[in-house]
């Protein structure tokens, strides 16, 4: 297989785990969160400091660089490695939610589906073998199966039909995946929030034997405690000795709820997507720099970290950088931004060591402000 799941250490009195995910490309400490690098670029970031805040994963996305600039030129280049100079592992989605969230543009069938670019309206057709020919060809370490990512809410029969065809999509895939020495292929586990299709999602997906799985499907507008709940009966059912993946999940609290359920992987654009709009996560919770308060204030955006923006900027400057519109602005606080979460998934990995991973939880908590 691509990759191995080395099982370190289980939480005595939670699901949580520390592991080691070996790739192609290097070795990821688990739980991990996973820079969102949609256009093979996490946005605002070089790889360089992209290594310089920790992170030891990035992710591209199927859809969006099929679009543009295509599969087959990047493949040219050596695929996504080569293409963005990046020599860590990356995992690639699937680009399903992208497909299926263009609503009116797109039209499902078994075989695949029709969809509109929504750079020049221009038809296209994705089928489970075409997905993986074009994440074959971008040659990422891990790559994710073609799935129907569901709204919240939805009838439950749709919800269904829906995970009953990423079951079988998920076959196809499989059959259609060559390089199983080079790429790990996983599967996501649909359903809604509803529990019975959950289980029956899970127990077949994880029939079909693959080096890892996602849970997808969450964090698309639902409650929080629903989320949980969905997490609570539906991670048991996924083997021990595999990396689980929780897809679309970015903010601190899910985190740390996911990974006290279980879960080793996280991703999500929340944190590159808010430092943009000058909101920055700190260990007193979240703060608007972009805010008047701010315009004299000398203090860095977070005393106790230690990125690149935090070690030499204060608060008013980045401020005025922002509302000025400049680009370094958006850049200072994406690196602080993700900096934090690779940060707290350190401490997390320290917390379950040492079995103290509810008291994290709940000192975090305090600190961060959502016990309020």
């Known amino acids: 297989m691509a990759i191995r799941f080395e099982l370190l250490k289980e939480s005595k009195n939670t699901e949580a785990r520390i592991g080691r995910i070996h790739t192609p490309h290097g070795i990821i400490d688990t739980p991990t969160f996973m820079p969102v690098g949609t256009q093979a670029t996490v946005k605002a970031m070089s790889p360089d400091e992209l290594k310089e805040i920790g992170a030891q994963i990035i992710l591209g996305n199927t859809y969006h660089l099929y679009i543009r600039p295509g599969h087959k030129l990047i493949e040219s280049f050596g695929g996504l490695h080569g293409f963005m100079n990046w020599d860590r592992p990356i995992l690639t989605d699937s680009g399903g939610f992208q497909v299926f969230s263009l609503n009116e543009l797109r039209k499902i069938s078994e075989e695949g589906v029709e969809f509109k670019s929504h750079l020049d309206g221009s038809k296209h057709f994705f089928t489970p073998e075409f997905v993986i020919e074009i994440e074959e060809s971008l040659g990422a370490d891990i790559i994710m199966a073609f ?13 269904k039909e829906s995970m009953e065809r990423t079951v079988r999509w998920l076959k196809r895939c499989k059959k259609a995946h060559k390089k199983n020495d080079k790429q790990a292929l996983f599967g996501i586990v649909q359903g809604g929030i509803f ?9 077949m997906t994880v029939d079909i034997d693959l080096p890892g799985y996602a849970i997808g499907g969450l964090s698309v507008g639902e409650p929080k405690e629903v989320m949980n709940e969905v997490l609570e009966y539906t991670v048991p059912l996924l083997p021990k000795d595999k990396p689980r993946y929780l897809m679309g999940v970015g903010s601190p609290d899910s985190i740390i709820d996911g990974v006290i359920r279980g879960i080793d992987m996280f991703d999500c654009v929340l944190p590159t997507r808010v430092a943009r709009n000058g909101t920055v996560m700190t260990s007193k919770g979240k703060l608007v720099v972009r805010n008047a308060e701010y315009a004299r204030d000398s203090l860095p955006l977070d005393e106790n970290c230690d990125c690149y923006a935090c070690r030499n900027f204060s608060r008013a400057y980045i401020r005025h950088l922002i509302k000025a519109g400049e680009i370094l602005g958006g850049r200072l606080t994406t690196i602080h931004n993700l900096r934090f979460l690779q940060n707290l998934m350190k401490n997390i990995r320290d917390a379950i060591k040492n079995d103290k991973i509810l008291e994290f939880r709940e000192e975090f908590f305090e600190s961060y402000g959502y016990n309020k």
Do not use: F, T, V, W
Not at 147 to 159: F, L, N, R, S
Not at 195 to 203: M, Q, T
């Open 195 to 203: 529990r019975d299709l959950r289980i029956e999602s899970a127990k």
């Open 147 to 159: 799935d129907e990512c569901i709204p919240y809410p939805c009838e439950k029969d749709y919800a």
